[in-house]
């Protein structure tokens, strides 16, 4: 069964947020906060992904993260994503996303003011999912 965020599960993704904002000021951004709206929407994936063991932004049945956040009850202007799967650490899957120019890009993405991060630790993960938005 997954596992939300609490305990490990949520100190990783407060590590998470402090890694992307030391990149981000780093890099003349603004930090991200946590929107509940947002963090309900990344936590629900991780938990979705490691559930029914798939590893994609959008589910099975083709709903993307912008659909997600819409029914979490965020409303945007627009917004971003990255998921990981498998680093056992916070600094590894930020690394890894500031390695892909598309992962780099949504953290570097100044617009974004507000952001989500699900952690799930099941045994065939862990999953991993930030989200980044702008309200509209």
Known sequence: MARAATGTAA???QKVLDLVNAQRAQHGCGPLTIDPHIQTAAQAHSDDMAARNYYAHDTPEGVDPGTRLTNAGFRW??????????PNDPATAVDGWMNSPGHRANIL?????STGVGVNLSS?????????????
């Open 11 to 13: 100190e990783y993704a």
């Open 77 to 86: 202007q627009s917004w971003g994503e990255n998921i990981f799967k498998s």
């Open 109 to 113: 993405n100044c617009s974004y003011t």
């Open 124 to 136: 065939n993960g862990p999953w991993w999912t930030q989200d980044f938005a702008t309200r509209g």
